[in-house]
C-alpha cells in the first residue's frame, strides 16, 4: 500500500499514511468516535477484517 491509498474493511475506513513502522508496514490515519478527531495509528497488520485496498 502507498501514501493515500484507501484501506476499508468491515466496519472502518481509513487513509495510508506516509509514516512507516520498523517492517515498513504504514500506519493509517482514520478517526474513531465523535470525540476523537483524527489520530495516526500502527494498525494495519494487526487488523484481520481487511476487505479493500483503493487508489485513486
Known sequence: ?????IA????????????????????LIHHEGPLRRSFEEDVLASRPDLVGHFRL
Do not use: K, N, T
Not at 500500500?1 to 491509498?5: P, Q, Y
Open 1 to 5: 500500500m502507498a501514501c493515500g491509498d
Open 8 to 27: 476499508v474493511f468491515s466496519d472502518h475506513v481509513a487513509v495510508v499514511s506516509d509514516v512507516r513502522d520498523g517492517d515498513g508496514v504504514p500506519y
